[in-house]
């Protein structure tokens, strides 16, 4: 079966860094693109940038770009996203989802179950 | 950045009635890159329709997607108490992605 599998839910206070993960599984993880998106509490989803695991290319939103690093670490078949000092703000669910290409269109078939990431003092 | 805006903001509709959701682009997206989602409360979101009119594997044909350039639209028809959700628009280039804010579909 195909999935991704999301860290446990995460609670810091401002200022702190955090690496939240997504493990895939039941396929071939190094060659399909691993995206995230965010959804603060009672909004939608926003699009925050993507990582090519194979050779860790990377794309960001211009929201989001400078505010998180994507990574990948291929031996585990495991994505991370990061923050090196958390806002308040930043508290929201966190889905990796992966994207595919279908007669040419990207888009995301199989998202994780999220990581709900709380920053509060 | 291209802009998605849905609309309507919520839906109230019955259950066997059609739904007609709206997405425009602030600038021409490709229809190879427009795809739609649904999110039920407490759940990912789910890929229902990608290149703007095909439907990804599993949904129901009750689910279709039309639309061109800066126009899009998802229609879903014999409403089922199941399809009761939040739905999104998403469109994929220039190395970026962006969804639209939204459109949830209540039991009226």
């Known amino acids: 079966e195909v999935q991704l599998v999301q860290s446990g839910a995460e609670v810091k206070k401002p200022g702190e860094s955090l690496k939240i993960s997504c493990k895939g599984s039941g396929y071939s993880f190094t060659h399909y693109w691993i995206g995230w998106v965010r959804q603060m509490p009672g909004k939608g989803l926003e699009w925050m940038g993507i990582i090519y695991p194979d050779d860790s290319d990377t794309r960001f939103s211009p929201s989001f770009q400078g505010q998180v690093t994507i990574s990948a670490d291929t031996s585990i078949s495991t994505a991370y996203l990061q923050w090196s000092s958390l806002k308040a703000s930043d508290t929201a669910m966190y889905y990796c989802?992966?994207?595919?290409?279908?007669?040419?269109?990207?888009?995301?078939?199989?998202w994780g179950q999220g990581t709900m990431v709380t920053v509060s003092s | 950045e291209i802009v998605l805006t849905q609309s309507p903001g919520t839906l109230s509709l019955s259950p066997g009635e059609t739904a007609t959701l709206s997405c425009r682009a602030s600038?021409?997206?490709?229809?190879?890159?427009l795809a739609w989602y649904q999110q039920k409360p407490g759940q990912a979101p789910r890929l229902l329709i990608y290149?703007?009119?095909s439907r990804a594997t599993g949904i129901p044909d009750r689910f279709s997607g039309s639309g061109s350039g800066t126009d899009f639209t998802l229609t879903i028809s014999r409403l089922e108490p199941e399809d009761f959700a939040v739905y999104y628009c998403q469109q994929y280039g220039s190395s970026q992605g962006t969804f639209g804010q939204g459109t949830k579909l209540e039991i009226k």
């Open positions: 600038q021409s997206v490709s229809s190879t890159y």
């Open positions: 989802a992966r994207e595919v290409t279908i007669f040419g269109a990207d888009v995301f078939d199989i």
């Open positions: 290149g703007a009119s």
